[in-house]
T-cell receptor
Framework: AQRVTQPEKLLSVFKGAPVELKCNYS??????LFWYVQYSRQRLQLLLRHISRESIKGFTADLNKGETSFHLKKPFAQEEDSAMYYCALRGGGSQGNLIFGKGTKLSVKP | KAGVTQTPRYLIKTRGQQVTLSCSPI?????VSWYQQTPGQGLQFLFE???????NKGNFPGRFSGRQFSNSRSEMNVSTLELGDSALYLCASSRTGVTNEQFFGPGTRLTVL
């Protein structure tokens, strides 16, 4: 079964501390993984995707097929990073199907 | 350019009624996907339309249906509403599908009484 698990509902860190948001997936084929973010009162938006291997707003995520993980990391958290983060997997079949994790709320304290 | 728009933004219905939600994608986007978001289940994929054809479907009962028009605007319909259908319904558009970036609308908040 295709599944995305984000084990932490809430993650609280202090400004300047490193942050790691965990994501594990279950998928039989070659996965395509994404991180979406939703800031307060804003729309859900794409943060980054593994195929791009990019760093957005200081965040990076590496696909680890052996551990079936796609953790999101940032070395120094900022208060403006406080938001809801969703890990997502492109489902099988045709395009357009995203399987989301339940999300992790990141709170960065001053 | 204008983002994805959804109408109405809020809706209150009673059990047994039906409802139609509308989504206008970003100009030039041909793929529209619909998601249901609830506190318990999170974000769940409903279906995706591309060039007026349903290309993929999630695991929802047949009471949930949709369609896409030639201008790429999409509607979803829920018949015989149940209390559990209360949710935020999000649509997202992209040029060809999820491998292109999906842009989400603000959602329609449906409350079923």
């Amino acid at each position: 079964a295709q599944r995305v698990t984000q084990p932490e509902k809430l993650l609280s860190v202090f400004k300047g501390a490193p942050v790691e948001l965990k994501c594990n997936y279950s998928y039989s084929g070659s996965p395509e993984l994404f991180w979406y973010v939703q800031y307060s009162r804003q729309r859900l938006q794409l943060l980054l995707r593994h195929i791009s291997r990019e760093s957005i707003k200081g965040f990076t995520a590496d696909l680890n097929k052996g551990e079936t993980s796609f953790h999101l990391k940032k070395p120094f958290a900022q208060e403006e990073d406080s938001a809801m983060y969703y890990c997502a997997l492109r489902g099988g079949g045709s395009q357009g199907n995203l399987i989301f994790g339940k999300g992790t709320k990141l709170s960065v304290k001053p | 350019k204008a983002g994805v728009t959804q109408t109405p933004r809020y809706l209150i219905k009673t059990r047994g009624q039906q409802v139609t939600l509308s989504c206008s994608p970003i100009s030039g986007h041909r793929s529209v996907s619909w998601y249901q978001q609830t506190p318990g289940q999170g974000l769940q994929f409903l279906f995706e339309y591309f060039s007026e054809t349903q290309r993929n479907k999630g695991n929802f009962p047949g009471r949930f249906s949709g369609r896409q028009f030639s201008n790429s605007r999409s509607e979803m319909n829920v018949s015989t509403l149940e209390l559990g259908d209360s949710a935020l319904y999000l649509c997202a558009s992209s040029r060809t599908g999820v491998t292109n970036e999906q842009f989400f609308g603000p959602g329609t908040r449906l409350t079923v009484l």
